[in-house]
């Protein structure tokens, strides 16, 4: 395994380029995360951050600038490579759970499992063994709809952690739930990654969560400001 989780290196991302309508979302943003290492990145809404976490993530492309995932330049890479490093080596979290509806909480995080070639029984024991480290592993069997909106981001949670990534990338994984859930809920994400030694960029608007982490970086108009 390599020092270094992520490398973004000198990203620029401008959409519409050269129309009126340019937006210069990213200007030469740099950042390091190191092997274990849990950052905040703070923005005001419309400063990048989904962006440059999609970007992070293998889901977008940065007009120029590197992306190092382990140790590894994913940034020319086509578009299968790009895939198979997405399955197995980062996880991602967004705002909204996005489980799948018609299937229950454990098939929600076996799926990912099979599609990266685990075994059937291998993947129910992992998703057992997450849902219960996060407090739902009684709920496994119940769909997404018959769960609280805390337990389903748990569920996420566990569904982004189901191939044991180095890299977890998660754009206001909390945001979207009342202020003590959110903090209970962070705190189950939060010993999850501290017990499997994660490294982790989490997007937050949210001050208090932001100080649990080892260090924040501020996007301010498509730059990285500290
Ligand atoms: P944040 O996540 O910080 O709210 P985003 O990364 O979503 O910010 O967006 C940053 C800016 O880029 C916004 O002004 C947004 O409108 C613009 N933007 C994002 N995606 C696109 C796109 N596909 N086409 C044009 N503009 C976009």
Not at 50 to 56: M, R, V
Not at 82 to 88: D, E, M
């Amino acid at each position: 395994m390599n020092d270094q989780a992520l490398v973004l290196n000198a990203i620029c991302k401008t959409y519409n380029a050269g129309k009126p309508n340019e937006v210069r979302v990213l200007r030469d943003v740099s950042v390091t995360l190191d092997r274990g290492e849990v950052v905040a990145l703070v923005a005001p809404s419309g400063a990048g951050k989904s962006t440059l976490l999609h970007i992070a993530g293998l889901l977008d492309t940065p007009d120029t600038g590197d992306v190092l995932v382990d140790g590894t330049n994913m940034t020319r890479l086509g578009d299968d490579a790009r895939t198979l490093a997405r399955r197995g080596q980062i996880g991602f979290i967004y705002q909204f759970h996005h489980l799948l509806p018609e299937f229950s909480a454990l098939e929600n995080i076996v799926l990912p499992q099979l599609a990266n070639g685990v075994g059937a029984s291998e993947a129910r024991d992992r998703a057992r063994m997450l849902l219960d480290r996060v407090g739902v592993g009684k709920r496994a069997d119940h769909r997404p709809a018959a769960l609280s909106g805390g337990e389903q981001q748990r569920v996420a949670f566990c569904r982004a952690l189901a191939n044991a990534p180095g890299l977890l990338l998660a754009d206001e994984p909390t945001g979207n739930l009342d202020p003590t859930t959110s903090d209970q809920v962070f705190g189950a994400l939060m010993d999850l990654v501290r017990e499997t030694g994660l490294s982790a960029l989490i997007a937050t608007h949210n001050m208090d969560l932001a100080k649990r982490m080892d260090r924040m970086l501020r996007l301010e108009e498509g730059r990285v400001v500290g």
